[in-house]
């Protein structure tokens, strides 16, 4: 037992750790759901690259460092797509998505607290160092083993096992692969390509929309209606279709449904393709405002320093009130000037007393009773068109607000018992059942809510659009390649749903599987059209 410790002795496994550590490094898949035993039986042809290179007869550790920079590289943008399609079913983009650990740290503060999302991004910091030195050291431990050979002839191994692999390779045979200088060069492509659709989109920018309306005949169709575009935070396809949502959902729709058209109102319903998934709902919200696909933050940067005309800005043109009701804005918003409200109300305009749940500000009841009380509920007010974004159903998905009588909403401090209630974020979050169940009981409450206050306010002069931003993240829906999501029109005055029957929407809150299917950015300019034109 004595000669045990010199036998095992660390010096012994540094060679086979560091290969094992380039190994893993080269072919470990960016896809969580592809990490399996099979994903590891391969043999990269950048192994026996990196050897010949570490080999090279160049003096100074400059090319070491250079592919040890270059692996370390590799390995972070590797967990980077991990953690990016896991939330937005996409690779991480280097030029587009740094602005990400911004957005994570907000929602880790929400989730976590303070405490918690500082330890967290200390912990992200020594994981990116972490790997940048366990590359270079690796490389220097392989370069030092390398050279204790005779080099003349580990090159000669090297180029052998390379050519046999090159040709195993070119004869169609499986388990070779380029995939780590592969993945380097998409996301250096996807970078550049990104760019290139940077300048094309302000390009377009530049020119204009060549489909604006002269302001007589705008929104003809809804003179002296209150017109309210709601988006509904999370509120994807899945919710109801989906085998584990649907039930809940849709039979919560069906009930609604037949108490809205008892009280005389009209419903409309199809879907939207959102341009993200998991997350950046602002992304969606401009897209349906501006009749632009915006699925990037660059791009959305680039259309709010421009002129294109919003449909608030439009309605605001045609002589609406423009309100914009944004509970989750807790900072300056200096982006909103962009969209065009005459009146905006951040999470501190409204005049919430009761407590925050967890990362939500506060129940979206409160948020629609507020906006009746403020503006609606003013004799002889304007017409208002209110852009208004419910977000009681976005992660952490608890604890979950429950409906209360609408006279009893007050100042919201009624809601601090429900605040303070419930499992924290993470026991949610230790299950995926308990995530799914969370999220399905928040959509519901957010529709039931939403619904309630059309049937509660819904008068001859109220006109809603009402839609979901996005889908869930994979992780909650179980579905990447989906990004749709439903969309209604609710209406009492049948002339509004004459206006835009030619759009064959779904009748009813439920819409059909085969009802239209509509690219988000297509909605302002049909919408304009449809509602615009000679009485």
Same mark, same amino acid.
């Given at each position: %037992?004595?000669?045990?410790?010199? *036998?095992?002795? $660390? !010096?012994? /496994?540094? =060679?086979?750790? +560091?290969?094992?550590?380039? #190994?893993?490094?080269?072919?470990?898949?960016?896809?969580?759901?592809?990490?399996?035993?099979?994903?590891?039986?391969?043999?990269?042809?950048?192994?026996?690259?990196?050897?010949?290179?570490?080999?090279?007869?160049?003096?100074?550790?400059?090319?070491?460092?250079?592919?040890?920079? %270059?692996l370390?590289?590799?390995? *972070?943008?590797? $967990? !980077?797509? /991990?953690? =990016?399609?896991? +939330?937005?079913?996409?690779? #991480?983009?280097?030029?587009?998505?740094?602005?990400?650990?911004?957005?994570?740290?907000?929602?880790?503060?929400?989730?976590?607290?303070?405490?918690?999302?500082?330890?967290?991004?200390?912990?992200?910091?020594?994981?990116?160092?972490?790997?940048?030195?366990?590359?270079?050291?690796?490389?220097?431990?392989?370069?030092?083993?390398?050279?204790?050979?005779?080099?003349?002839?580990?090159?000669?191994?090297?180029?052998?096992?390379?050519?046999?692999?090159?040709?195993?390779?070119?004869?169609?045979?499986?388990?070779?692969?380029?995939?780590?200088?592969?993945?380097?060069?998409?996301?250096?492509?996807?970078?550049?390509?990104?760019?290139?659709?940077?300048?094309?989109?302000?390009?377009?920018?530049?020119?204009?929309?060549?489909?604006?309306?002269?302001?007589?005949?705008?929104?003809?169709?809804?003179?002296?209606?209150?017109?309210?575009?709601?988006?509904?935070?999370?509120?994807?396809?899945?919710?109801?279709?989906?085998?584990?949502?649907?039930?809940?959902?849709?039979?919560?729709?069906?009930?609604?449904?037949?108490?809205?058209?008892?009280a005389?109102?009209?419903?409309?319903?199809?879907?939207?393709?959102?341009?993200?998934?998991?997350?950046?709902?602002?992304?969606?919200?401009?897209?349906?405002?501006?009749?632009l696909?915006?699925?990037?933050?660059?791009?959305?940067?680039?259309?709010?320093?421009?002129?294109?005309?919003?449909?608030?800005?439009?309605?605001?043109?045609?002589?609406?009130?423009?309100?914009?009701?944004?509970?989750?804005?807790?900072?300056?918003?200096p982006?909103?000037?962009?969209?065009?409200?005459?009146?905006?109300?951040?999470?501190?305009?409204?005049?919430?007393?009761?407590?925050?749940?967890?990362?939500?500000?506060?129940?979206?009841?409160?948020?629609?009773?507020?906006?009746?009380?403020?503006?609606?509920?003013?004799?002889?007010?304007?017409?208002?068109?209110?852009e208004?974004?419910l977000?009681?159903?976005?992660?952490?998905?608890?604890?979950?607000?429950?409906?209360?009588?609408?006279?009893?909403?007050?100042?919201?401090?009624?809601?601090?018992?429900?605040?303070?209630?419930?499992?924290?974020?993470?026991?949610?979050?230790?299950?995926?059942?308990?995530?799914?169940?969370?999220?399905?009981?928040?959509?519901?409450?957010a529709?039931?809510?939403?619904?309630?206050?059309?049937?509660?306010?819904?008068?001859?002069?109220?006109?809603?659009?009402?839609?979901?931003?996005?889908q869930?993240?994979?992780l909650?829906?179980?579905?990447?390649?989906?990004?749709?999501?439903?969309?209604?029109?609710?209406?009492?005055?049948?002339?509004?749903?004459?206006a835009?029957?030619?759009w064959?929407?779904?009748?009813?809150l439920?819409?059909?599987?085969?009802?239209?299917?509509?690219?988000?950015?297509?909605?302002?300019?049909?919408?304009?059209?449809?509602?615009?034109?000679?009485?």
């Amino acid at each position: %037992m004595a000669h045990i410790p010199g *036998i095992f002795k $660390l !010096a012994r /496994l540094r =060679v086979p750790s +560091a290969l094992l550590y380039v #190994f893993v490094a080269m072919v470990l898949p960016h896809r969580a759901d592809w990490i399996n035993a099979q994903s590891f039986v391969f043999i990269p042809l950048e192994l026996w690259v990196t050897g010949l290179l570490l080999l090279a007869p160049v003096r100074g550790p400059w090319l070491r460092i250079a592919l040890g920079l %270059m692996l370390a590289a590799g390995i *972070i943008l590797r $967990l !980077a797509d /991990l953690a =990016v399609f896991e +939330a937005f079913a996409r690779s #991480f983009n280097p030029a587009f998505d740094f602005w990400l650990l911004i957005e994570g740290m907000d929602l880790l503060n929400g989730a976590t607290g303070r405490i918690g999302a500082v330890l967290i991004a200390a912990l992200l910091i020594v994981l990116i160092l972490g790997i940048v030195w366990a590359s270079l050291r690796a490389l220097a431990i392989l370069q030092q083993w390398l050279q204790t050979l005779r080099p003349p002839r580990a090159a000669l191994w090297l180029i052998v096992a390379l050519a046999l692999s090159i040709l195993w390779r070119m004869a169609g045979l499986p388990r070779t692969t380029t995939y780590f200088s592969d993945q380097l060069r998409e996301h250096a492509q996807s970078t550049i390509a990104g760019l290139h659709d940077l300048r094309s989109f302000r390009a377009e920018l530049a020119q204009g929309s060549p489909h604006e309306l002269p302001d007589a005949p705008l929104f003809s169709a809804l003179e002296g209606k209150d017109v309210l575009v709601v988006f509904v935070e999370s509120y994807g396809r899945i919710a109801l279709e989906g085998d584990l949502f649907a039930p809940t959902l849709t039979g919560m729709l069906q009930q609604h449904e037949r108490e809205l058209d008892d009280a005389g109102l009209g419903m409309r319903s199809a879907w939207l393709t959102s341009p993200t998934i998991g997350g950046l709902s602002w992304l969606a919200q401009a897209t349906a405002l501006s009749g632009l696909w915006i699925d990037s933050q660059l791009r959305y940067d680039s259309l709010v320093r421009s002129d294109r005309a919003t449909l608030n800005r439009l309605f605001q043109r045609a002589g609406w009130r423009t309100v914009g009701v944004m509970p989750a804005i807790t900072m300056p918003w200096p982006e909103g000037d962009y969209f065009g409200f005459d009146q905006f109300y951040a999470a501190n305009d409204l005049g919430y007393r009761g407590a925050p749940f967890n990362w939500i500000t506060m129940p979206d009841q409160y948020v629609l009773a507020a906006f009746q009380r403020m503006e609606r509920n003013t004799p002889s007010h304007p017409p208002v068109m209110a852009e208004i974004a419910l977000i009681s159903s976005h992660a952490p998905w608890t604890p979950i607000p429950r409906m209360i009588d609408w006279q009893d909403v007050g100042d919201g401090s009624v809601f601090t018992e429900q605040a303070t209630a419930g499992p924290t974020p993470e026991q949610v979050w230790s299950s995926e059942a308990r995530i799914r169940d969370h999220y399905r009981q928040s959509v519901a409450y957010a529709l039931d809510n939403l619904l309630s206050w059309v049937q509660t306010y819904g008068d001859e002069n109220l006109v809603v659009l009402a839609l979901g931003d996005h889908q869930p993240s994979p992780l909650v829906s179980g579905d990447a390649g989906n990004r749709d999501v439903p969309v209604h029109l609710i209406a009492r005055d049948p002339t509004v749903l004459d206006a835009m029957a030619h759009w064959q929407w779904s009748q009813g809150l439920q819409p059909a599987a085969d009802a239209p299917r509509w690219r988000m950015d297509a909605l302002r300019d049909r919408f304009v059209e449809a509602f615009s034109r000679q009485r």
